[in-house]
């Protein structure tokens, strides 16, 4: 019943920008902490960003700066703005709800920065 659907994803130049979107379904919205996290190949899962319900937010130091996570409770969606994009951002990025015991996962989506 739970859902997690990314979208957003793409080829960039360095540089360049994307907005994801991660819009969830199932959950209370309002209530879980919501995160980005993100995969390059050969390399474990890492934290991008991640927001709670009271809206702290916290970075992976590789991105301060450079990345924003804002959350919309009304439209269930969670966002991560990127700006400044370098080769090495290029990874799945994976939209994360989690609340005690329960921990949900999205499908992904490919961003890939390159020339």
């Known amino acids: 019943q739970v859902q997690l659907v990314e979208s957003g994803g793409g080829l960039v130049q360095p540089g360049g920008s994307l907005r994801l979107s991660c819009t969830a379904s199932g959950i209370i919205f309002g209530i879980f902490a919501m995160g980005w996290y993100r995969q390059a190949p050969g390399k474990q899962r890492e934290l991008v960003a991640v927001i709670s319900s009271t809206e702290i937010t916290n970075y992976a130091d590789s991105v301060k700066g450079r990345f924003t996570i804002h959350r919309d409770n009304g439209k269930n969606t969670v966002y991560l703005q990127m700006n400044s994009l370098k080769p090495e951002d290029t990874a799945v990025y994976y939209c994360?709800?989690?609340?005690?015991?329960?921990?949900?996962w999205g499908q992904g989506t490919q961003v890939t920065v390159s020339s």
């Open positions: 994360n709800a989690a609340l005690c015991e329960y921990d949900y």
